[in-house]
Nanobody
Framework: QVQLVESGGGLVQAGGSPRLSCTAS????????MGWLRQAPGKEREFVAA????????NYAESVKGRFTISRDNAKSTVYLQMNSLKPEDTAVYYC?????????????????WGQGTQVTVSS
C-alpha cells in the first residue's frame, strides 16, 4: 500500500493557476502509475489525469485537456497537477491516486490507493 498526502488546494479566482502536489511513501514510487481524480458536490468522482511510472504515458480528461498538466518527480516521490485557466466548474475535492497502470487510474473498478483529498474552490 502507498500512503499519499496532497497539498496545494484552496480558494482561487477564475483564471488562476494553482499547483497541487501529492507525496507518496511506503513503496517504490516509480513502480506506480499516479493520477488525479476529483469530486464536485453532488457528483460522482471523475478522472482528471494520469501518468505512468516512468512518465512516458499521460492521459487527460477532455474537460481539462490543454489547461491542466500532470507531471512527476520520482526522486521526490511526488506527482503534480498544474492547473491553469481555472473555471468555477473545476471546483471539487481533488484526490491523488496510485495504481498499477494509467488505465487503472481511469477505471472506476480498479484497485487504487488514495490520498485524503484537497479542496479546490474557484470563485468567479
Amino acid at each position: 500500500q502507498v500512503q499519499l498526502v496532497e497539498s496545494g488546494g484552496g480558494l482561487v479566482q477564475a483564471g488562476g493557476s494553482p499547483r497541487l502536489s501529492c507525496t507518496a511513501s511506503g513503496r517504490t514510487f516509480s513502480n506506480y502509475a499516479m493520477g488525479w481524480l476529483r469530486q464536485a458536490p453532488g457528483k460522482e468522482r471523475e478522472f482528471v489525469a494520469a501518468i505512468s511510472g516512468a512518465g512516458r504515458t499521460i492521459n487527460y480528461a477532455e474537460s481539462v485537456k490543454g489547461r491542466f498538466t500532470i507531471s512527476r518527480d520520482n526522486a521526490k516521490s511526488t506527482v503534480y497537477l498544474q492547473m491553469n485557466s481555472l473555471k468555477p466548474e473545476d471546483t471539487a475535492v481533488y484526490y491523488c491516486a496510485a495504481s498499477t497502470t494509467t488505465q487503472a487510474i481511469n477505471n472506476r473498478d480498479a484497485s487504487k490507493d488514495w490520498g485524503q483529498g484537497t479542496q479546490v474552490t474557484v470563485s468567479s
